[in-house]
Every structure is written in C-alpha cells, then in structure tokens.
C-alpha cells in the first residue's frame, strides 16, 4: 500500500512536469507547493504509514534508478530538501552524539551517561605542550591555476595513483595527515591532489567534488611543505589541521548545500527556506559549529557582509579578536584558524575575544575528545 501510495505521487508528479520547459516558472513554483502540501498531509495523516523518512528515502532512489529530464530531476530535489527541512531529518545527531558502544574504535571508551565515545588518553597525550602554528599570509584556499602533478583516490588509509607522476613527497605529507586525522573523521574525502608552485600562495586547500558535492578534495602545494626539499612539519600539522577544520565544519552535517544549477528563482527559494546563516557553499544547520560561531562572534550581519566584500579588514578594528591576520578574512577562514589553536596551544587564559574562540569549542565534548585525539598524534610526530 504505501509503495504504491508513493508511486502514484511520484508518477502523477513527473508526469505533470514532463511538458514544461527547464526554466521554472511561477506555474512550477504553485506545482510544487501544491505537491508539497499533498504529501505532508499524507504523512501527517498515519493511517497510511507513510514516514518523512520513507517518502525521501524513495525520491532519492527514483533520483538514482529512474531516468530523469533535468528539471525533474531538480524538482524532485526541491521536495527532497523541502520535505527533510520540514521534518527536520536533517538534525544533527553528528558522528558522536548518541552513539553506542560497539560504535568505539579501539582507542576509545564509551561513556554511558553521555552515550558518546572518548578517546583513551595514553603516555603521549600533554594537554600543556605548545606547538608552533604557521600563520597564513595568503589565500591557501583557492587552488588557482597552479598545475596538478599528481592525483589520487583516497581509500582509508591509502592513496592510489589516478593521474600524474608518483613522488615519495606525495605519500609522506598524505602520512602526516592520517597520522593526525583519525580514520572516523576522514570520511568525505576522496580524492587528494598535488601541486609544487613557490609563485603560489596556496599552502593548500579543500574543495568539493563535481560528481557528488558531499566529498572532498585535499589539496597540497609541496613548495608550502618543504624548505629546499627538507620537510617543515610545524607548518605541515598547522596547515593540514587547519583543512581538516574546513570539512569538520562544512561537511554535509553541517550544511545543506545550495542547489546546483543556474536558476535564480530555484537559489532564490533556498536562500528564503534558509533559518541558519547563509554561506557560499549552502545553509549552516542551526546547530552547525560554524552557525554558533558566527551567531557569537560574527553577530553585526552588516558588518560582515563588508568585511566578506573586502570593504573592511576586521584584523584593523580588533585585532585582540583573532589569533591571526587571517582569520580575521571571514567566519570560515576564522574557525578553521581557531580551530587549529586549540588543538595545537595549550588551554587560553580566556581574556580576549580570541581565547574565547578556543573556549567555544570546548563547549562541545566530541571537539574536545577529537582534540586530544589529535594533540596524542601530534606527539608521536615530534
């Protein structure tokens, strides 16, 4: 009963939209909100047994089976993300919260109380030691035209060769960056790039892939890693730390990315159905890092709006609000960068506005057990 229910939308609705142009129009909009209402109206009524869960669970394997014109495709996406914001199947329960035992690797411990999983601090962990952090002096995130000598997949722990030349250099930063990253947390990446051009200012960057825009590309500049061909690893844990603390607050838990396609009516519709603040790369989930960090530290919104358009450089106005010139570039920029502090400094006196930076991660329990996580690799790279 409720696979035929569901057939039945999802044909009556194709069908409905098989004689329109791509372009949407008022007419689509009024469709969709019409469609919209027809289907939490059936899952409210639980007679039928129809779930939000079940209902997008079927869209998106209609979005992977069936063969779609582009607009139906991007409609059906539409409901996809209306229904799942509706019902809020996007809350973060995030990689640590209400976990189970079996769900601890074997350095970790599970925590009742919490029901969440804490890493076993071991004879390498020191909570006091300092660590010199490398303060970018330029964009290291867009990758510009420097050429890609080599390309990998990533698979756990292990590159392989896709495109390029091979070089021990590759291998040995990969290492270091699965050396501090624990495998749990590497999961949206797979693809890693190499690039080796001292004219660039890119230390290195992250970026989503075309295919699916739920993974993610490291990139490297060997040039910012090595000095003469002799590795900088101070600089290398700061710069790979400071990447990994993009995707940790940008990855899909934490955003619902905006709509790939040129329509501005469909952008315009994301950005009006959008309650968390509004980047580039999609929606912050009300309970994202990034969203808190921005509500806290970032409230002036016009404010920011100059400083993202460079009318302003915040590090001028309080620079006892940054722990770098950098971060002061914007919110991601500034997360990323106090992110990396408080792994790498010991704990802040919490006198400015820049210690409480590093104390905001502290009010998450996973963001402190990941630190120490990372602080005990550290130590075994010494």
């Known amino acids: 009963m409720k696979k035929l229910l569901l057939s039945f939308i999802l044909l009556a609705f194709l069908s409905a939209t098989a004689v329109f142009g791509y372009s949407l129009s008022e007419s689509d909009w009024e469709l969709l909100d019409r469609v919209e209402n027809q289907i939490i109206e059936l899952i409210d009524d639980q007679s039928n047994g129809l779930s939000a869960e079940l209902f997008v669970s079927y869209i998106d394997n209609a979005l992977e089976t069936r063969q779609l014109t582009e607009k139906q495709r991007v409609l059906l996406e539409i409901i996809s993300d209306d229904i799942s914001y509706y019902y809020y199947l996007w809350e973060y329960a995030g990689d640590f919260g209400n976990m189970t035992a079996d769900q601890c690797y074997s350095d970790e411990y599970y925590d009742e109380q919490d029901q969440m999983c804490y890493y076993n601090e071991d004879e390498y962990y020191d909570d006091d030691q300092e660590y010199e952090v490398w303060e970018f002096t330029g964009d290291h995130e867009q990758q510009g035209e420097s050429e890609v000598l080599a390309a990998y997949s990533i698979s756990g722990d292990s590159i392989n060769l896709q495109d390029g030349t091979d070089d021990i250099k590759n291998q ?29 200012d890119t230390a290195a960057h992250v970026v989503q892939t075309d295919e699916d825009i739920n993974k993610w590309i490291l990139g490297v500049n060997l040039s910012a890693f090595y000095i003469d061909w002799v590795l900088e690893p101070e600089e290398s844990y700061a710069t790979l730390i400071h990447e990994f603390a993009h995707v940790l607050t940008l990855n899909k838990t934490q955003v619902r990315y905006a709509p790939v396609s040129d329509d501005e009516a469909l952008y315009n519709r994301f950005s009006e159905s959008c309650t968390g603040n509004l980047l580039q790369e999609g929606c912050l989930n009300n309970w994202a890092y990034l969203d808190d960090f921005i509500d806290k530290f970032w409230p002036d919104a016009d404010y920011l709006e100059k400083v993202r358009n460079e009318e302003i450089y915040a590090y001028d106005d309080t620079p006892e609000s940054f722990v770098t010139e950098y ?6 920029e500034d997360i990323a960068e106090s992110f990396t502090y408080f792994v790498m400094r010991k704990k802040a006196e919490w006198n400015t506005i820049a210690d409480q930076k ?15 996580q990372i602080r005990s690799r550290l130590a075994t790279l010494k």
């Open 327 to 332: 971060a002061a570039t914007n919110p991601g």
């Open 172 to 200: 040995e930063v990969w290492n270091i960056f699965t050396a501090l990253i624990p495998l749990s947390q590497r999961g949206d990446f797979i693809r890693y790039e190499v690039t080796n051009d001292d004219a660039s």
């Open 358 to 372: 590093l104390r905001f991660f502290y009010d998450y329990k996973e963001l402190d057990s990941l630190r120490k």
